[in-house]
């Protein structure tokens, strides 16, 4: 039976609004918050680590697990909780799974960012990276969360699906060469290879936020650094434009 919240200063509802204002509390808690029935189907779908799900009246819920916690609230409570401005009807909250870094990459083709800050992009990126069937995406300091709820509704599923591990650049290099995988940078330097030339099938690929590019240390760590080369009108790229570039080129 669900249970009936009709209170916005009740603890959940407390919760679920820090859930979606503040990292340290996801972390300290350990879950994060998604939104939307869709997003919530994908979440069933691949068996996300689901604990409650909150919803208003007369919305259609997919079946869930016997364990996760049911809520139905008014729609002013649901507005006054939701990160979106026009409520899709359903909240849900899951576990924050394991990031750590496995001791060695047993795949292929790895995609790694440094510094990329905006949400929407590193969903966008996570959504990509699992549409071309990429092994995994390593994030070091300075990105955007990846159980932010604008990041894994940017995902749209993929988030539940991929994994994703967190470090920082030496443990990067580390891990790279224990899996005997080359790190490459992107990057416009003029001492770059051209994508076009370079072997992407294999290897773990490093970009940086669109603003800044690579640090010089992330390129230093590098073995080799590629360029996706443009009309000389063009400055750069989005970052999730280039990491689909490089992706492809790896796919194909």
């Known amino acids: 039976m669900a249970e009936q ?25 350990g879950e994060y918050l998604g939104d939307g029935i869709k997003l919530l189907e994908e979440a ?23 364990d996760v916690r049911q809520v139905e609230v008014p729609s002013g409570v649901m507005r006054s909780i939701s990160p979106m ?5 359903a909240l849900f909250l899951a576990r924050i799974p394991d990031q750590a870094v496995p001791e060695t990459l047993t795949g292929k083709r790895y995609l790694a960012l440094e510094g990329v800050q905006d949400p929407g992009n590193v969903g966008t990126i996570l959504r990509t990276a699992d549409a071309y069937e990429a092994d995994g995406l390593i994030l070091l300091p300075g990105c955007a969360d ?45 001492d770059t290879v051209d994508v076009r030339e370079a072997d992407l099938r294999r290897g773990i690929i490093l970009l940086g ?44």
């Open 44 to 66: 069933v779908r691949w068996k996300a680590a689901l604990t409650a799900v909150v919803y208003t009246p007369g919305t259609a819920l997919p079946p869930l697990p016997e």
């Open 146 to 190: 990846v159980f932010n709820h604008k990041t894994v509704r940017s995902s749209m599923g993929a988030v539940f699906r991929f994994p994703v591990w967190s470090c920082g650049l030496g443990q990067l290099k580390e891990l790279a060469e224990r899996s005997g995988l080359p790190l490459l940078g992107a990057a416009l330097r003029e």
């Open 209 to 252: 936020s669109e603003g800044k590019g690579l640090s010089e240390a992330a390129l230093s760590a590098c073995g080799q650094s590629v360029r996706i080369p443009m009309a000389e009108r063009c400055e750069s790229l989005n970052v999730a434009a280039a990491a689909a570039t490089l992706l492809w080129e790896g796919y194909r």
């Open 5 to 29: 919240i009709t209170s916005r200063a009740n603890p959940l509802m407390t919760h679920i609004r820090r859930l979606a204002a503040s990292r340290s509390h996801r972390y300290e808690t």
């Open 85 to 89: 401005e026009a409520p899709q009807g």
